[in-house]
């Protein structure tokens, strides 16, 4: 295809993934990753430009989910918090709940995207992909079961599923969302929170690996990053205005829905 019929097609996936990763906080990376691939580029110049784009997109989707009050976001430092007071001026914990898991999330991204750009031209990927597609498989499988339950929170899953989402982002470009999104859940999180904090983590996430990228030298190519990163840009709005007037449970579900729908998807991807 010419240049303007590929900007326009870039744009136009763009602007479908991102509208359905900020709607339900996963499917950016992980459809968009293999279109690409598809449309014959090279997975060295692929997730570089997924990861810009995200970076981009996840802090805007954060902001506004918060404007819409789909979250509650407060960075300020909580002078209450035994932290605080314990080490006073050198320590910090965000106010809200919700900006201190997104902030957990965040320090779990360093350690997982760093890993993950190092190896990524290295390791064999299947296996990988397998347990990955398995496990988010598995956790939509559960959020649909609980979804009338309350499940008590937990930093440890949290942590856990931070490091190893961050490191299958860094490595593929893909497969961040439905793991710290469902996580959330099966956490006791609130759903629209856990879209809305997962959009500001992997922005992140998405940073540190970018970071990454670019000192061990590798090259980004503007001609596919751009197209994306507007049609990304385009559909935030309209994606927080959709989460904000969905009703709690029917959200679940949906999220819940995606989420197996996704899983398969990357079982589907590792066979064929």
């Known amino acids: 295809m010419d240049s303007v019929t590929a900007i326009i097609v870039l744009f136009m996936i763009a602007f479908a ?9 996963m499917g950016y990376g992980t459809t968009l990753t293999p279109l690409l691939l598809i449309m014959g580029y090279s997975p060295l110049v692929v997730v570089p430009a997924i990861l810009t784009s995200e970076l981009i997109t996840g802090g805007l989707a954060a902001f506004l989910h918060h404007r819409e009050g789909n979250v509650v976001f407060d960075f300020r430092n909580d ?7 314990q ?16 902030l957990v999330l965040a320090l779990c991204s360093l350690v997982g995207a760093v890993i993950a750009v190092f190896v990524a031209v290295n390791i064999p990927r299947t296996y990988l992909q397998v347990f990955i597609g398995l496990m988010v498989f598995s956790m939509g499988i559960l959020i649909l079961l609980k979804r009338n ?8 899953k949290i942590v856990g599923l931070g490091v190893l989402a961050a490191f299958n982002k860094g490595l ?5 969302g439905p793991l710290v999104t469902s996580g959330q859940i099966l956490s006791g999180v609130n759903t629209k929170s856990s879209v809305a904090i997962t959009s500001l983590a992997e922005s992140f996430t998405c940073f540190v690996g970018v970071c990454t990228f670019l000192l061990v030298g590798a090259k980004f190519d503007w001609n596919i990053t751009l197209p994306l990163l507007a049609g990304a840009v385009a559909s935030v709005p309209l994606s927080t205005k959709v989460v904000k007037k969905m009703k709690v449970k029917r959200f679940t579900v949906i999220v819940g829905t995606a989420t197996v729908v996704l899983g398969l998807f990357t079982l589907y991807k590792v066979i064929y």
């Open 87 to 102: 080490f006073r001026l050198l320590g910090y914990m965000p106010r809200s709940n919700s900006s201190k898991i997104a």
């Open 172 to 176: 593929s470009g893909g497969g961040y």
């Open 79 to 85: 002078p209450n918090h035994r932290l605080i007071k």
């Open 149 to 156: 339950s309350k499940p008590f929170f937990s930093w440890k």
């Open 17 to 25: 993934s991102e509208f359905v990763d900020s709607s339900l906080g």
